[in-house]
């Protein structure tokens, strides 16, 4: 298929969108059916991703965006509110400005090609894990030391979790330790198909990442390496079809399992009757800890929208930065914000997707700035990982890719997001080598 089809069929599929919404706030078409049309044209256009280009493109983001977005509404469950007409073209516009940023870009629909001419200096690596595994696992143990226990072997794992200090220094420094994990699986993944050396110390650190991250008792933070783990492995060794589509449908099998078993552990037989009780079709109520985790972040938003004009000021770049940074810590989180207007006494953050920050900050307007940036971001990483053919350049858009999917949920495109990123580069440039090849 030629680009300039491509460039064709993914703008009228976003034109279309923005039509069905429109036709939804005219009264012409139902927001049900507008739903399903949404998602069948989000799907059409994933296929054509995985069957013509990358697979980990960011051109997938506004398809996988809007894909929940149509989930949402269909509303499947009960007490979610009708968005505003501003709100959803606010949604999908940013969407048809993120693809059309990714269309006028030289690499969009360029494959990263062989990355098989760098190596690891071995040496450099295990001593720039040791020094990471040390400092933030020191970290993490303090943090559990000052909150009394490890969250994941409490009773109340999740809201325990919850009383761990989840912003500053130390916390950043803390969690740091799942970046040991993603780069020992990044040096595997290297060695493919090469002579093998195995290292005892890379298997003990990995471990330990890995018990730390469930030690934590938070999914996002456990999940975090082998999800980068894949997208950097399906990069380099694009997987078949098939593959794609079961890998799917496990994921999606852990993501409705992840809040069923927390849910169970906090309320026990009760939390899957409440489950039952608010399905909009009783049938259907197994799917809601599914459908929770993947839609009903919009309602947050929808919420957002609705209510935080009335009752707060713009933040100005309070909520999307400067809280976020750790020696300033300037002002209250948006999260905290939401649950005081609201109050709703929940103990933990409700998440509005990536917009909910930019929006708290500079209203609709931020909603496209931000967009904006996070779209740019990707397309730097990305050409630079096609230029480069290094594992390093692919590392690091891999990252900025799940950060990025991660954006359907919450919000991780912040400052500490930023000096991961930095972190992962520098050890990258100082422990990856090109092989020089003699004639």
């Known amino acids: 298929m030629k680009n300039h089809n491509k460039y064709i069929i993914f703008l009228i599929g976003h034109m279309l969108v923005i039509l069905l919404v429109c036709l939804e706030g005219l009264g012409l078409i139902t927001e049900f059916l507008s739903a399903w049309l949404i998602i069948s044209i989000c799907l059409i256009n994933i296929l054509i991703l995985i069957r013509t280009t990358m697979l980990f493109t960011p051109l997938l983001f506004p398809e996988i965006y809007l894909l929940l977005f149509g989930l949402y509404e269909l509303k499947l469950r009960t007490g979610m509110g009708m968005m505003a007409i501003q709100g959803k073209l606010v949604i999908v516009s940013c969407m048809f400005v993120w693809t059309l940023l990714c269309l006028g870009s030289k690499n969009i629909f360029v494959k990263i090609g062989k990355v098989s001419d760098y190596k ?122 098939r593959m794609v589509a079961l890998v799917a449908i496990a994921g999606l099998v852990v993501l409705a399992i992840f809040p069923a078993v927390r849910g169970y552990g906090m309320y026990g037989k009760s939390y899957f009757t409440q489950y039952s009780q608010v399905s909009t079709y009783q049938e259907l109520g197994w799917l809601m800890p599914l459908y929770g985790t993947l839609a009903y972040n919009f309602e947050i938003l929808n919420r957002l929208f609705e209510t935080f004009s009335q009752h707060m000021q713009w933040g100005y770049g309070q909520y999307a930065i400067f809280c976020h940074i750790p020696f300033l810590h300037i002002g209250e989180e948006l999260w905290v914000v939401q649950n005081r207007i609201w109050n709703n006494g929940f103990y933990g953050a409700l998440t509005s997707t990536y917009m909910g920050s930019w929006y708290a900050d500079f209203s609709y307007l931020g909603c496209y700035f931000g967009t904006a940036l996070i779209c740019v971001a990707n397309l730097f990483a990305y050409g630079k990982m096609v230029e480069k053919k290094s594992m390093g350049a692919l590392v690091v858009y891999a990252y900025l890719f799940y950060v990025t999917l991660v954006g359907c949920y919450s919000d991780a495109f912040n400052f500490v997001f930023i000096c991961y990123e930095a972190v992962i580069a520098l050890v990258m440039n100082q422990c990856e080598q090109k092989i020089v090849r003699r004639s």
């Not at 400092?135 to 969250?151: D, N, R």
């Not at 330990?208 to 469930?214: E, K």
């Open 120 to 241: 690891f200096n071995v040496g450099r690596l295990k001593s720039w894990l040791l020094l990471l595994t040390t400092v933030s696992l020191s970290m993490l143990l303090y943090e559990w030391f000052k909150a009394g226990g490890v969250p994941a072997l409490q009773a109340n794992a999740e809201t325990f979790r919850m009383s761990v200090s989840q912003s500053g220094m130390t916390h950043t420094l803390a969690i740091m330790i799942k970046l040991v994990a993603v780069l020992i699986e990044v040096y595997w993944i290297s060695k493919i198909g090469k002579k093998k050396s195995r290292c005892k110390l890379f298997i003990f650190l990995y471990a330990i990442a890995m018990i730390a991250m469930w030690g934590t008792a938070n999914r996002g933070e456990l999940v975090f390496a082998p999800v980068i783990g894949i997208i950097v492995l399906w990069t380099k060794y694009p997987p078949s079809r």
